[in-house]
């Protein structure tokens, strides 16, 4: 499936910087058809993305790209998690919130573009799909967000002992980055890389009104 299907299926633009990557070709594996493949196809095309340094987000963090085929199921899922919230505890979605999932942790969580009111600046939130918690917001803007992936995986590489800094992964993902966001970034060692992400605060997204 390509973008342009998915927006058209979702009547939804992704952001600006996601079309940007898109258009370098970072996104192939996401455009996979499963079903065209037998399963050790599949597995051998997985396997030449994965190898591929040049594939978004193609590294070691809780942060896993839903293939476009399956982002229209998740959002049913997103919309179902949603639904129980709201008739549980009588509450509902502020005017103007949208939430499109386009990532998700291993554990099942979804990350989600957030939308008030407007179409052009989307927050990034984490929605947990095991408690009814408050999404919490893990970035301002999705060029914030792929700082704070690079951080992610940055933290998971100390503790493995592995030279992501030096991986040409790395080094594609941070041209992906603004100058503010670059600017954060290099010159730094990884240990310090991984400390900036522990030292990350998340705050919850004001997003639910209650019905009474």
Avoid at 18 to 23: C, G
Wanted: hydrophobic fraction near 35%; proline fraction near 3%; charge should be negative.
């Amino acid at each position: 499936m390509k973008l342009s299907e998915l927006e058209n299926n979702l009547n939804f633009k992704f952001p600006k910087k996601w079309h940007e990557i898109y258009n370098t070709g970072a996104m192939e594996w996401l455009e996979l058809d499963r079903d065209s493949y037998t399963k050790d196809e599949f597995k051998a095309v997985m396997k030449k993305y994965i190898n591929d340094p040049k594939q978004f987000l193609m590294f070691d963090c809780d942060i896993e790209p839903i293939a476009f085929e399956e982002i229209s199921s998740r959002t049913e899922d997103l919309k179902e998690w949603i639904r129980w919230k709201c008739e549980d505890e009588n509450v509902r979605l502020k005017d103007g919130v949208k939430l499109f999932p386009f990532a998700q942790t291993g554990g099942g969580d979804l990350y989600c573009f957030l939308y008030e009111d407007d179409t052009e600046n989307a927050k990034v939130v984490c929605y947990y799909h095991d408690d009814y918690d408050t999404p919490e917001i893990y970035a301002e803007s999705f060029d914030e967000f792929l700082y704070v992936a690079l951080l992610e995986a940055a933290s998971y590489a100390a503790e493995e002992g592995e030279d992501f800094i030096g991986s040409e992964s790395f080094k594609n993902h941070l041209n992906y980055l603004t100058d503010e966001y670059k600017a954060l970034i290099e010159g730094k060692a990884i240990e310090e890389l991984a400390n900036d992400y522990e030292n990350l605060f998340f705050n919850p997204a004001n997003i639910w009104i209650s019905n009474t």
